[in-house]
């Protein structure tokens, strides 16, 4: 099974600029960006070490670098949707996401699951 993990956010300059921007203005913000990177635009280091001990590979993209499919199957951004070699289905919703907020070892350890 194939995970992807789309980010509520494009991947240029532009948009990475205005997310952090919109983030800080308390305009908008991302679930799956909270998880995996915090404040620190390299990633948190809980979340490189959730992955390092975790045997799921979830692959992640910004919203304009995810397939028109991808997006289809996602009910709102952000989403992490799976392959199961037939077709994208959504695997954890946005309010699925915000649950594992302060915890990147459950989050995978849920992906893991399915």
Known sequence: MRLVGIYDADGSLAGELRYA???LTGRSSCALCDITHGWNPTGS???KQACAASPIALELVHRDDAAADQL???SALPSIVAHNGEGWSEALTTADI?????SPEALLARLEQL
Do not use: L
């Open 98 to 102: 915000a649950g594992y907020k302060d």
């Open 45 to 47: 280091r809980q979340w």
């Open 21 to 23: 921007f919109d983030k």
């Open 72 to 74: 289809a199957a996602a």
